[in-house]
């Protein structure tokens, strides 16, 4: 048995405690300790079984988690092997469990538990196809201006209007927005608060559907309760294009601001992304920008002129 000061069972609780003081979301702590947990588990699984794998997850539901922290490339990317032919996760998705694992290894050097990251030795899978299908400026208006139901029109319009996240539109009160300077209040992840923009016209329009409310939230449920995300991904699902969800409708959002600004950092700011490197994925430059831009500036493409 490993010294107690050591174990998994000690130092994922510590881990978690601290990442929660960094202002890391509920979900993204509730994740990392899932995954950190299971493979703690799985490690146990393989000091029990001298060093044979399990055949899948269903073999570490009983385990305990106080085995040493130590651990290397090898058992890391057998772990990941077991992950993802078991839920047939897609990179991108695999790239939690690779997040999770860096970062609490990293806390444990940080504390002078371990001397090295094992994570620096595990290839990180490329993620594929990452620029998610979106719709362009006049896509989405369409969409919008396709719902009946004013409620609903209103809500993505204001998704697309200032680039909000699903679980902050439904948490958006009136008190949350200034409709002299134009600007909302917006809670983000981690608790932490940004200002956004709004249109004028979409504000009017907010005002209409307030009707003469001034505080509360925004979007009402049928019950007079504040709309949940359930109910934003029904509508999506039941109104929307093939493929489109309310995530898709920010991207366009983002690809749109950054399109007309050329201000990555600004696009960055508006969305409360953490790191830039989460906003590149957003970006597209229009096709047809793309083709002006090389025919105008290229040495090579315009040499014959």
Request: proline share 4%; glycine share 4%; net charge positive.
């Amino acid at each position: 048995m490993a010294p107690p000061k050591r174990t998994f069972q000690i130092w994922i609780p510590r881990y978690l405690s601290n990442i929660e003081t960094k202002n890391y979301s509920k979900n993204t702590i509730e994740a990392y300790g899932r995954i950190l947990r299971l493979f703690a588990r799985y490690k146990t699984y393989l000091a029990e079984h001298e060093g044979d794998m399990p055949k899948s997850t269903g073999f570490l539901a009983n385990l305990g988690m106080i085995t040493d922290v130590d651990t290397d490339a090898y058992e890391i990317s057998d772990f990941f092997v077991m992950i993802r032919n078991e839920h047939h996760l897609k990179s991108a998705s695999l790239h939690q469990y690779y997040s999770s694992l860096s970062s609490f290894y990293r806390h444990l050097i940080a504390q002078n538990v371990v001397d090295a990251n094992p994570m620096n030795h595990v290839e990180r899978s490329k993620i594929k196809d990452r620029e998610l299908k979106y719709l362009r400026h006049k896509e989405v208006m369409v969409f919008i201006a396709s719902l009946e139901n004013f409620r609903n029109a209103l809500l993505i319009r204001t998704i697309y209007a200032t680039g909000m996240r699903v679980s902050e539109l439904c948490s958006l009160s009136v008190e949350h927005i200034n409709f002299e300077e134009q600007t909302i209040r917006v809670l983000g992840k981690g608790g932490k608060i940004r200002i956004v923009f709004c249109d004028q016209n979409t504000l009017s329009m907010i005002q209409y559907h307030l009707n003469g409310r001034i505080v509360g939230p925004v979007f009402l449920s049928n019950r007079g309760q504040a709309i949940s995300p359930r109910t934003v991904q029904h509508i999506f699902n039941r109104y929307a294009p093939p493929g489109i969800t309310p995530h898709k409708i920010r991207h366009s959002y983002a690809s749109e601001l950054y399109k007309h600004s050329h201000n990555l950092r600004v696009v960055q700011e508006n969305l409360g992304h953490n790191s830039i490197q989460t906003t590149e994925i957003y970006i597209h430059t229009d096709f047809d920008e793309r083709r002006r831009a090389y025919q105008e500036y290229f040495p090579l493409a315009t040499d014959w002129k």
